[in-house]
């Protein structure tokens, strides 16, 4: 047993616990640091739109087994190419969908938009994907062999999911290492700071609008971020704009909420977008992938001005709904991977990071899947197709939530995952209104990898990894949204 739990266990990247009144300080300093350097939020509670609060951070970094995140990095691109084919493939975007869009509104509302656009012929071509692959170690790997290479005794990573809409933290990934090279530094460990691997993936994300732009080819037009009618995540978000305007200072940002766009936005002669005054070249989707976002008619009105016109999306419908939870369990299935990819390579490598997904679908595989629910729900996750945190279902839960819907639609709109064993790492997670000596906690962590893709249907004329986000929760935590107040900002320790 006790091995088991060594192995289990990561190193720190520094000796642990730190003295208590070391500790102190350093707390104190790293928060006004991170707050100083815009790793912040608006706070949910007394939100006030002149008033920032630090993003919860880990203090110092996670250790991360360097071969599998140089694996991560590297497959990345093979990644990008896959969900750009499956976005551009209606046969199988249907196939994958056909139940869901009965069983779930939402998704059926979105395509519903896919098919109008599609039936009347899209007017812009090129889409632009801001990706964001997210992974986990899992420790308790049981099948060694040919999909377990056991590198390292963390074994290999999974893949959590894959997100094509509103891929956040293109800021405040590479802003919790601007903290913790800041704390390894006061602490004494300079020379650890080489463990922490660079990242650019505000600059990459940031230079992929750009280059969307640049093809759209109109030196008056606007890049429009479709943000909430409140966004709290609003440092991520501006690093963003800001970062565009420092990059090219003669290309304009707007922020737009679905209902402006709803009130402003019209299309012109040629289809272009013109929304207040502006038209509109790029648009950058940091809202519009959850209900919430869509208070009536209008928003979705909103949603299809945008697709039928010439503006750039990111993302477009097609990838959108290739982000769902429903085709990344599709693509799982024997055999799928193969009618996107052909070098044998690339699918053997991309099937490797795919986890046990089943579907729940009325039919043999999908009985199995609410049979094996039933019988040993704490083995997964139960997913809705939804984003942005907060929606599945754990443990005993599943069970319940399965039993509930096995006889209704409903199930089909759900999807079953493996649940992934993270190892676990200890430092000390700082958060607003914290104590002033925080306690050494046990944590795991999710690593996500940015990806660019900018292409239409039968050509990709860029495709490229551009960095990383790591976050971090309270090991036992079922969820950590930075955002939803549970994980918080970390970055890897290369080890
Ligand atoms: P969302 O699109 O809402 O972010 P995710 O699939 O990423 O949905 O799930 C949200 C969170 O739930 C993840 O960040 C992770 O913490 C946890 N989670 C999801 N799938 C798994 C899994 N298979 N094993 C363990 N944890 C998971
Ligand atoms: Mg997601
Ligand atoms: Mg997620």
């Known amino acids: 047993m006790a091995s088991v739990e060594m192995e289990n266990q990561l190193p720190s990247a520094i000796p642990l616990p730190i003295p208590r009144d070391q500790l102190k300080d350093i707390v104190e300093k790293a928060k006004d640091w991170a707050l100083m350097h815009g790793a912040a939020m608006r706070p ?5 739109p002149d008033t920032l609060s630090f993003a919860p951070f880990i203090l110092t970094p996670s250790a ?22 499956v976005a551009h493939n209606r046969q199988f975007l249907t196939h994958c969908l056909k139940d869901t869009v009965q069983a779930d509104e939402f998704t059926g509302n979105l395509f519903k938009i896919y098919e109008t656009v599609h039936d009347e012929g899209i007017t812009q071509p090129i889409s632009l994907g801001l990706l964001r692959s997210d992974l986990m170690l899992e420790s308790r790997c049981t099948t060694p062999g040919k999909s377990c290479r056991r590198r390292s005794p963390y074994c290999c990573w999974k893949q959590v999911e894959f997100n094509c809409i509103a891929s956040g933290f293109g800021w405040l990934g590479p802003a919790s290492a601007i903290i913790q090279r800041y704390v390894l530094q006061e602490l004494g460990y300079r020379d650890k700071l080489v463990n922490l691997p660079e990242n650019g993936a505000l600059q990459g994300l940031c230079g992929g609008m ?3 732009y640049k093809i759209y080819g109109k030196e008056e037009a606007v890049i429009m971020f479709v943000v909430e009618d409140v966004t709290y995540n609003i440092c991520d978000q501006r690093f963003h704009e800001f970062e565009i305007r420092r990059m090219n200072p003669d290309v304009r940002v707007v922020r737009k909420t679905l209902t402006q766009i709803a009130h402003e936005g019209k299309l012109g002669s040629e289809n272009e977008l013109l929304v207040d005054r502006d038209e509109v070249a790029v648009i950058y989707f940091r809202a519009g992938y959850e209900p919430a976002h869509y208070h009536s008619k209008k928003e979705w009105d909103a949603r299809l001005l945008m697709e039928r016109s010439q503006a750039i999306k990111c993302p477009s419908i097609q990838y959108h709904l290739a982000g769902t939870k429903k085709v990344q369990q599709e693509l ?9 990819l052909t070098e044998a390579s690339k699918i053997e490598s991309v099937k490797e990071v795919f986890t046990g997904l089943y579907s729940l679908d009325f039919d043999e595989f999908g009985d199995q899947g609410v049979q094996m629910a039933l019988d040993s729900p704490e083995r997964f996750v139960l997913k809705p197709q939804r984003e942005g945190g907060g929606n599945n279902v754990y443990g005993q839960n599943v069970r319940e939530a399965v039993y509930k819907m096995k006889d209704s639609k409903e199930r089909t709109a759900w999807i079953l995952m493996e649940r992934i064993n993270p190892p676990v790492s200890k430092s000390y997670m700082i958060r607003p209104g914290g104590p002033e000596v925080p306690e050494l906690v046990d944590l795991v962590s999710e690593l996500g990898i940015f990806g660019l893709i900018i292409g239409d249907s039968s050509k990709i004329f860029a495709n490229t990894q551009v960095g990383h986000m790591l976050r971090t929760k309270i090991s036992t935590a079922d969820e950590g949204g930075v955002a939803a107040g549970l994980g918080a900002l970390d970055s890897p320790y290369l080890i």
């Open 44 to 48: 949910k509670n007394n939100y006030n």
């Open 210 to 212: 750009l280059e969307a």
């Open 332 to 340: 799982a299935k024997g055999g799928t991977v193969e009618m996107f």
């Open 64 to 85: 991360f087994p360097r071969k599998e995140f140089e694996r991560a990095v590297q497959i990345q691109t093979t990644l990008n190419e896959l969900m750009h084919k």
